[in-house]
Nanobody, 124 residues
């Protein structure tokens, strides 16, 4: 079973950048597809990005395409989310998730393992 810990959140002005990290331990990180999700107050958790086990395939929500980049370093058991050109509507708690590959990996129900989240606030 893998444990996930996110870091890198914070307060940033609109147009700025942040890089989130997700450190994995206790499992076979390189076996898992990884995802980033976010949840704003009063809203459901939504898909942001996913990356396959080898890092060769990625997928993004339309709302972040061209601004966010997901990557992973299997040697360091770490997942990243580079967020550029941030907008106030990107404000949310961001979560990383892991599971064995199955389907699109764009739904929260496709992941068993979750981090505790890191807060991102974008001011206008």
């Amino acid at each position: 079973q893998v444990q996930l810990v996110e870091s890198g959140g914070g307060l940033v002005q609109a147009g700025g950048s942040l890089r989130l990290s997700c450190a994995a331990s206790g499992g076979f990180f390189r076996s898992y597809n990884m995802g980033w999700f976010r949840q704003a107050p009063g809203k459901e958790r939504e898909f942001v990005a996913t990356i396959n086990w080898s890092g060769t395939s990625t997928n993004y929500a339309d709302s972040v395409k061209g601004r966010f980049t997901v990557s992973r370093d299997n040697a360091k058991n770490t997942l990243y989310l580079q967020m550029n050109s941030l907008k106030p509507e990107d404000t949310a708690d961001y979560y990383c998730a892991a599971d064995l590959p199955r389907g699109s990996m764009t739904s929260p129900t496709q992941y068993r393992y979750w981090g505790q989240g890191t807060q991102v606030t974008v001011s206008s």
